[in-house]
């Protein structure tokens, strides 16, 4: 079975373990997806993950974090969709809860969070946005 969009299947994946308050998640595994998961437990939101290789394609196995029994994630949202990308200049992209939350942006430079895409001066398209 083929998948639209496996970046918004991550986020779903993560979302839900969240809400059912599981300890960690396995995701099928990509060099995106990695990404994305490394700019999580960088900024904390995420203990940590792992890249568990299985013959195919790999797994990563999610780390959830938890405050207490409050998700250290309190909301991720995907921005750009297969159907409707979203592009933005590096003045232009948004803050999330005013600045306490990371929009993840896919550069010329890289994946990255806004606050380095603002500070190395690219945009691109946006990823997703977490809080």
């Excluded at 994946?13 to 998640?25: D, G, Q, T, V």
């Excluded at 309190?74 to 600045?99: C, F, H, M, W």
């Amino acid at each position: 079975m083929s998948m639209t969009d496996p970046i918004a299947d991550m986020l779903t994946r993560i979302r839900n373990a969240l809400m059912a308050k599981h300890p960690e998640c396995v995701i099928p595994g990509s060099k995106t997806k990695k990404r994305i998961a490394q700019i999580l437990a960088d900024e904390g939101y995420i203990s940590g993950f792992e890249w568990e290789d299985d013959g195919r394609q790999g797994q990563i196995k999610v780390d959830l974090r938890y405050v207490g029994e409050t998700a250290a994630i309190e909301g991720i949202r995907r921005l750009s969709t297969p159907g409707q990308r979203k592009y933005a200049r590096s003045g232009d992209i948004p803050k999330v809860r005013n600045g306490l939350g990371i929009v993840i942006v896919s550069t010329s430079k890289g994946m990255m969070t806004d606050r380095a895409a603002r500070k190395a001066g690219v945009g691109g398209e946006l990823i997703c946005s977490v809080w």
